[in-house]
């Protein structure tokens, strides 16, 4: 299949957030983000990566609550909309342009998020790199949350057209799964105003045993999975899988 990922289209700012800002509205941020204050037991002193942070709106109500955050994004369009509204807000956050591939970091974090289906965009080796990544960002004991597609649950309930309409304009997901990568091939078609514009991206699907031999190629173990933000034990069933993992210990 092509493997063709645009990032460039697939996050274009003004159709992404056309489409998607209904879904994550303030009450759904608030929900995730007490999740994380408790399931992370975040302290006042500890330091936060965001990786993939967006426009902002985990690591901007985090530092509302008094902790120490850096946004990384590829994406310059979400940093800005990021940074606007912390200023707004007269909030300190360091936002920074990146590629999680290629963060550099020793031991810095205390914690790094990954929110929102942000793994699995590159090949194996490169979302392996990415997590080896974040275990040399986290200090010794550090944890990461990062929540996905349940792999086992998203495919029991495939759907190979998604049809999205918002006041007359489209979103078109045409979706098929390579069960012999493991990938999930999106050619994506958003139709606004009568311009059509193609968005194909593809992300690499998973399922519990194999994110935890991934995590664990990594340098990093599962401390917790829940199916859900609203703390739901993980079952086959779960569409969604939020994980928990700590940076092993090396002895060195």
């Not at 909309?81 to 810095?108: H, N, W």
């Not at 997590?131 to 004991?141: D, E, F, H, Q, V």
């Not at 006041?167 to 606004?192: C, P």
Request: charged share 30%.
């Amino acid at each position: 299949m092509n493997a063709l990922f645009d990032f460039e289209s697939v996050f274009e700012v003004d159709d992404y957030m056309y489409f998607y800002r209904d879904m994550l509205t303030p009450e759904s941020t608030e929900l995730q983000v007490e999740f994380l204050v408790r399931e992370l037991e975040l302290g006042q002193e500890m330091s936060i990566l965001d990786l993939a942070c967006g426009f902002g709106r985990h690591a901007n109500q985090l530092a509302r609550r008094g902790y120490q955050v850096t946004g990384i994004d590829i994406m310059p369009g979400f940093l800005e909309m990021a940074r606007q509204e912390a200023d707004e807000l007269r909030l300190t956050v360091e936002y920074l342009i990146g590629d999680m591939r290629q963060i550099d970091y020793d031991s810095k974090f205390d914690r790094v998020l990954l929110l929102f289906t942000a793994f699995g965009y590159f090949t194996d080796e490169e979302n392996l790199r990415v997590l080896r990544n974040i275990a040399l960002s986290l200090k010794r004991g550090g944890r990461l949350i990062f929540d996905i597609q349940n792999r086992d649950a998203f495919l029991k309930g495939f759907m190979p057209y998604i049809v999205t309409e918002k006041e007359g304009n489209l979103m078109i997901d045409r979706n098929k799964f390579d069960a012999e990568t493991g990938r999930l091939y999106n050619q994506r078609i958003v139709i606004r105003d009568g311009v059509r514009r193609d968005k194909p991206f593809f992300v690499r699907m998973y399922n519990p045993t194999e994110i935890q031999m991934v995590l664990s190629q990594a340098g990093l173990s599962i401390l917790r999975l829940f199916g859900g933000w609203d703390g739901t034990p993980l079952t086959a069933d779960s569409r969604r899988m939020i994980i928990i993992a700590e940076k092993q210990f090396t002895g060195e």
